[in-house]
């Protein structure tokens, strides 16, 4: 069996040539995580060996980085809170709408997250409040929703 690519592979490979690319757009935040990455279960964070008490058998496991955004740590913490999220959804159906800003805005929103977002989403939860109202569409008298900022980065200049 051939052994899975890993994104701590791809990072030490094209790690540095993407820092590079992207100095100015990647933050110090970022950076780290990457670093994390890199170097988890490698000697870089240390290590320790380990003895089979039957048959002498030894071998080294290097320190895992422990990053909440690497997916080697973090993989069966990250299949557990999909169950647990899973297991809190309610029997009744659920819509996905997304509401985007216009390109032309990026710049202004880069500059001014915090007013531009809480424009966008003041601007949706009325918009879905009054479209759920409507007899025609659902009629419904209480509706909940979850609203989240999610980052499409189809250009430099997108906010972050």
Sequence with gaps: MAASLEVAYIFRRHGDAFRQAHAGHLGRVERRIMGAITACRTAALGGHVEQ?????????????????????????ARLQWLADRQAELL???YFHVVFTLPALASGIAF????????????A???TLTTIAADPRHLGAQNLAYNIRRFVWLRTKYAAA
């Design 111 to 122: 500059q001014n997250k915090a007013a531009v977002y809480a424009i966008l989403f003041r």
């Design 52 to 76: 089979c008490d039957d048959c002498g058998t030894t071998r080294v496991a290097y320190n895992s980085c422990r990053n909440r955004h690497c997916p080697k740590c973090q993989g069966s």
């Design 91 to 93: 029997p009744v159906p």
């Design 124 to 126: 949706a939860a009325e």
